[in-house]
């Protein structure tokens, strides 16, 4: 397992390579650190598998030498290279601080200037610390793994079969079948072509489906290229390097709106609103439905050719990218498209028209699946210009905020702005300092909404994205485990003042997103920016 593995690595650790950059050291202005100093400018530039440089606490680690010795893989390490991997790297190890320790003799100098995006608190309340010490120990005096691979496979076999007599029946391989029948099929077809990716792509996006790097690769490239026709590359961009780590910051957040204006959704009050807006909430929920598409052609010319997913920078594209890319797309092409009209004769009209259906209901099934966690009435959304000369003037109803959005807005502004504070400040889980987003664990759950806690088949047809807070503080953690940890996340949240919110159903929490598209579409004064 994962921790035994890190455990031989220290034994056979070379010695300490003079790390004088702790944590708590870069926390401390004037502290004298060891090592050259290096700008950001130049990290970026070692961002391939000939030189991987990450950054982690301002400190900067050429970990070039470890990639096949990784226990987690070389590409989790790749798509981490050449950027501030702290949160990544704390999200990822949350049961052991072996590999903290084995980074030593990595450690090569220390950040001077500032990253394009804004850093995170350090867990100053110690709420995620307290966090992550509870729930391994429910695991361990439970015997729990948190990385069964069981469950996983068992109901992916099964997701699969549904999906293949879908197929037949579609295409009419076996027996002959009504329009109707043809349609429906379709439609549940559509539906199992979004439940791999929801339950086993996902979690092999985030090494929680066995322990074996190389198993993870091959269920996420089996589900999201062999199968679905996408980009694993692409998503873990999107996902991993950038929505998990900067959820709902606009700027940073690849889901989030890039630009002030020009963008068919309104989420936050920094964009300039426009009229087209108001009808948002009635616009945007047919347009999910091209989602899947979206994305398979996303991953080809953002992703892979132009080297971006939204704000977040991709490492160089290699021939293998493009090899396994160009590969899996035309495989996908043959089984999906041209088998049915080649070899097993079905119109080209129906094909495209059973086509259509099926791809409609996978991209609505994935968006509404992901819209209702994040895009949400009363939960926050992290702003990272958050200077009140810099942001356009937010129109009437912007300033509607429910009651405890508001709260936590104003407790978040007085302490960003405090210029003295006293250690009972510092254990305010909201408290921050200068341009920091807030302590990273208690942005995660304070930008998501969990639904439905206690059903095992909203559980089976979200993924487990209803209890998205568990998932958003252990990715790593497998989704079948989440049921049972959530309770520990509940209370320690309560403990430290930090709100969780649930919602009673999953229409209720359609309803909050609905509510958001409604508010923030609503006219008010254009939004401008000063100089």
């Not at 005096?141 to 699969?160: E, T």
């Amino acid at each position: 397992q994962r921790q035994s593995t890190w455990g031989n690595l220290l034994q056979t650790k070379m010695g300490a390579g003079g790390n004088e950059c702790t944590e708590k050291e870069v926390a401390i202005e004037g502290t004298e650190r060891k090592g050259k100093k290096l700008l950001w400018k130049e990290v970026r530039q070692h961002n391939t598998a000939s030189s991987c440089w990450l950054v982690m606490s301002n400190c900067v680690y050429d970990v070039t030498e470890f990639l096949d010795r990784h226990p987690g893989g070389r590409d989790m390490l790749l798509i981490s290279a050449g950027r501030d991997a702290t949160t990544i790297f704390d999200a990822y190890h949350p049961f052991t601080d072996a590999p903290k320790q084995y980074l030593d003799k990595f450690y090569i100098g220390y950040i001077e200037d500032s990253d394009i995006f804004p850093p995170f608190s350090p867990d100053r309340s110690g709420f995620y610390a307290t966090l992550k010490q509870r729930v391994k120990k429910y695991l361990d005096d439970n015997k729990i793994d948190p990385k069964d691979i069981r469950p996983g496979l068992v109901k992916l076999a099964g997701m699969l079969l549904v999906a293949m007599v879908c197929y037949s029946v579609m295409h009419q391989i076996f027996a002959v079948a009504s329009w109707p029948v043809r349609i429906f099929a379709a439609v549940v077809f559509g539906v199992f072509q979004a439940l791999p990716l929801l339950h086993a792509m996902h979690d092999a996006s985030h090494a929680s489906i066995g322990h074996a790097s190389w198993g993870w690769k091959a269920i996420g490239q089996l589900c999201m290229e062999w199968y679905a026709g996408a980009s694993l590359r692409s998503w873990q961009y999107q996902h991993v390097v950038g929505h998990h780590i900067y959820t709902n910051v606009m700027g940073a957040d690849p889901d989030m709106p890039v630009a002030v204006d020009g963008d068919l959704r309104r989420l936050v009050p920094r964009q300039k609103w426009a009229n087209m807006y108001r009808y948002q909430a009635f616009y945007l929920p047919p347009l999910y439905g091209l989602l899947a598409l979206k994305f398979r052609m996303q991953d080809f010319f953002d992703t892979h050719l132009s080297e971006t997913n939204g704000p977040i920078l991709v490492n160089p594209t290699t021939t293998a990218h493009w090899a396994q890319l160009i590969t899996t797309k035309f495989f996908w092409m043959l089984w999906r498209l041209v088998a049915p009209i080649a070899v097993f004769h079905v119109p080209v009209f129906e094909m495209v028209l059973l086509f259509l259906i099926s791809e409609l209901v996978t991209g609505w099934y994935l968006a509404f699946n992901f819209q209702v966690s994040h895009i949400s009435e009363s939960i926050y959304f992290p702003d990272m210009f958050d200077d009140m000369n810099t942001q356009p003037q937010p129109t009437a109803n912007d300033a509607k905020l429910s009651a405890t959005a508001s709260t936590t807005l104003r407790a978040r502004n007085v302490n960003s702005m405090a210029s003295k504070t006293s250690s009972a400040d510092k254990k305010d889980p909201h408290f921050k300092v200068g341009n920091e987003l807030g302590e990273w664990a208690v942005v995660q759950v304070e930008t998501s909404v969990d639904y439905s806690h206690g059903s095992a088949l909203t559980a089976y047809l979200a993924g487990a994205l209803n209890y998205q807070v568990v998932h958003h503080l252990f990715p790593c953690v497998s989704q079948y485990v989440y049921p049972a940890i959530a309770p520990i996340v509940k209370q320690t949240c309560d403990e430290f003042g930090v709100k969780y919110r649930i919602a009673p159903s999953f229409w209720a929490a359609f309803s909050l997103h609905l509510k958001l598209l409604w508010r923030m579409g609503q006219d008010g004064v254009a939004a401008s920016l000063h100089a």
